[in-house]
């Protein structure tokens, strides 16, 4: 196989790679060389992944990092991937399930969902939840791009989801919550996850976050709710909530050295966030930052068109930049946005963590010299130049309400991987004809029993062509698609085995890590939500 296109890719990365100021990278460390500035990422140490397997199982084999290269040295950059080991790597993180048709006695308006993320960073970011509320109606899709290191992604992507739930349950269920606690019976179950083998789970600090989820379900009593808040104030409240948890944790003394380490790591890097939380025909997303929500709409006529359900909180969008500069002096005018970026710093405008935009100075400084060892835990301490008001930074979500009808087909949750990549009309396209294509398919599977000879024959021809099996997870599609296509949206293997076998110390500067989520709704159901009320 031709390696024109990986040369170009890596003789490219190495004429910019001393120029490099951080393009789309969310947070950097600023540090002086020969009076130059230049960005120099970081990120944490990852911990040991502990999950239950949710994937979906095939004949295929699991390999997540499979033909990546760590050297820069073109003699040692070859690429040697066949179509089908190109879907190896694509479909490593691949997660789907189909939603039973009733929740209880209702009606479930989710048919199923389809995921996927594909790193960039090593390791990688990006995280994702979904699960369904057990003590209250619905489900919930999440997706966190983090930043400076993936600690405060993981901690949100764990814990997010607690504080929505809990917020929505009733009175009696808070009481029936605290009466188990009280004597040490076991506890309702809150959510059921869904989860990928690959994802990880702190083990190390459940104990702490959980006590103070109860803290919270103990306040929540206390304000003799009957109902629980609506879901709206459940989603604001608990993004703003987790977050002063967050700050709170690392400020409160813990003498466990690992719960410490992790605390601070978690408080000092940052995470964007989208949520989507799905009860009925009732659809709110949450979002804090530049991920991304998207509905795929298909009218009576055939016709497709896309609905967006969320706006980037970024230095593009007018509207934040304006209420940021509401919060702060008219001296600091000018010093607020800086090349793009908040104070300078970071792209996203709205995140979790990210203490060293909230905190004063002297707090930051009375926290980091307790003892941590902040070179080795890389935590980031370059105090912005004009810091003189925070907090600069919020997790206050912006949420959106959306009715479901039933042409309203399918939501696409991403982070930004996706988007710096793909616009939404053609995140739109590309699901509508991964649906085509498998609607294709069912009908000669269910014309005539499956031949072993037949399907054989049908891939070795495949094989031959270079053409690989259809997707069957949208995500994944999206993804390929993403990083495969050129300017002109046409498919080159070559440029998806380049940016699949990128040596971890470039990949970075040509994709973000992607985190997809696809979630179809079932227009039947959601048809006679409708029937029902009238």
Request: aromatic share 8%.
């Amino acid at each position: 196989m031709s390696s024109t296109m990986s040369c170009r890719i890596l003789n490219s990365a190495r004429n910019s790679i001393s120029a490099l100021r951080g393009k789309r990278h969310l947070y950097s460390r600023l540090v002086q060389n020969e009076n130059k500035l230049k960005w120099k990422d970081f990120s944490k140490r990852l911990f040991r992944p502990v999950a239950v397997d949710c994937r979906p199982h095939n004949h295929g084999f699991f390999q997540q990092k499979a033909f990546r290269h760590t050297s820069t040295e073109e003699d040692d950059f070859h690429l040697q991937l066949t179509p089908d080991q190109i879907s190896v790597l694509l479909r490593a993180g691949e997660l789907s399930h189909k939603v039973l048709e009733f929740e209880g006695k209702f009606l479930n308006p989710v048919l199923k969902f389809e995921s996927n993320q594909l790193a960039a960073n090593s390791p990688v970011e990006d995280r994702r939840s979904i699960a369904s509320c057990l003590q209250t109606k619905g489900m919930m899709f999440g997706v966190f791009d983090g930043h400076g290191g993936h600690a405060c992604a993981q901690a949100v992507s764990e814990r997010l989801f607690y504080y929505v739930a809990v917020s929505l349950m009733s009175h009696k269920t808070l009481e029936m919550m605290e009466d188990a606690m009280e004597c040490m019976k076991p506890l309702l179950p809150i959510l059921q996850w869904y989860k990928h083998p690959g994802d990880s789970i702190y083990k190390e600090v459940t104990s702490l976050h959980f006590d103070h989820l109860r803290v919270y379900w103990q306040e929540m009593l206390d304000l003799h709710m009957e109902m629980g808040l609506s879901i709206k104030e459940a989603l604001t409240h608990s993004f703003q909530r987790l977050d002063s948890d967050i700050s709170l944790e690392i400020q409160a003394p813990l003498e466990d050295e690992i719960l410490r380490n992790l605390s601070l790591q978690v408080a000092f890097s940052g995470t964007t966030a989208c949520m989507a939380h799905v009860d009925g025909i009732h659809l709110h997303v949450a979002n804090a930052g530049d991920c991304r929500a998207i509905l795929g709409i298909q009218e009576e006529n055939g016709t497709w068109s896309c609905l967006p359900l969320t706006q980037d909180h970024n230095a593009w969008n007018k509207a934040e930049i304006l209420r940021i500069k509401k919060e702060h002096p008219k001296s600091e005018e000018r010093t607020i946005i800086v090349e793009d970026r908040l104070l300078g710093v970071l792209m996203p405008c709205r995140a979790f963590g990210d203490v060293q935009l909230k905190w004063s100075k002297e707090l930051q400084q009375s926290v980091l010299q307790r003892g941590f060892d902040t070179e080795a835990l890389n935590i980031y301490r370059f105090t912005p130049p004009n810091y003189y008001t925070p907090p600069y930074l919020t997790a206050k979500p912006e949420i959106t309400y959306h009715k479901l009808r039933p042409q309203d087909k399918f939501l696409v949750i991403a982070t930004d991987g996706l988007w710096d990549l793909l616009g939404n009309e053609d995140v739109v396209r590309l699901v509508v004809e991964h649906l085509e294509e498998a609607s294709r398919q069912k009908p000669e599977l269910d014309k005539k029993p499956a031949n072993l000879g037949l399907m054989q024959n049908l891939l070795r021809q495949r094989k031959a062509k270079g053409i690989h099996a259809p997707d069957q997870n949208a995500a994944t599609h999206l993804i390929r698609h993403a990083i495969g296509c050129n300017e002109y949206g046409e498919m080159e293997q070559e440029k998806l085995a380049a940016m699949l076998t990128l040596p971890d110390d470039l990949a970075r500067m040509y994709r973000d890590d992607i985190t997809v989520t696809v979630v179809y709704f079932n227009s039947d159901s959601i048809d006679m939500f409708y029937k029902e009320s009238q």
